[in-house]
């Protein structure tokens, strides 16, 4: 096989998602993790001379932050949770609403401000909901 259809390390690290220019939401609810993982990941750019970009975009979110508590409620859909969908093929989708500077929606951590994540808002296990490619029911909701 050619060197070019061949990975070099397998031991390399994965790069995480970096946001150039996430704008800082009005209401930059986060969740308690999220704020803590954010503060950590900025005292380590800054003691290493790290990424001037992220550093700033991590000052600018951090200086407006708010952590939120779980709903007293924790059978309905809020920021911090967990929620698994079961789609019309049987398919289980999760999804976890979390602050801006947190979302990663390949990983399925939604902004609460998404459009998805306002639509599960306010919901309850058994509730149907539309997704992307379909419908759906909540099966669980969780929250740490």
């Given amino acids: 096989m050619s060197k070019a259809f061949t990975k070099e390390n397998d031991d390399v ?58 709903p007293v409620d924790r059978g309905e859909v809020a920021l911090g949770a967990r929620v698994t969908i079961e789609d019309e093929q049987g398919e289980l989708h999760v999804y976890s609403l979390v602050g801006a500077i947190e979302a990663d929606p390949k990983r399925g951590r939604l902004s609460w401000q998404s459009p998805l994540a306002q639509a599960l808002w306010g919901m309850r296990v058994g509730d149907g909901v539309t997704l992307p490619r379909g419908d759906g029911e909540i099966v669980t909701i969780e929250y740490p």
């Fill in 13 to 70: 690290p994965e790069v995480p998602v970096r946001r150039r220019g996430l704008p800082v939401p009005e209401l930059n609810l986060v969740t308690p993790a999220g704020l803590a993982a954010a503060r950590a990941e900025l005292e380590q750019l800054t003691r290493t001379d790290g990424d001037a970009d992220r550093i700033r975009e991590l000052a600018e979110h951090l200086s407006t932050a708010q952590a939120a508590d779980p």
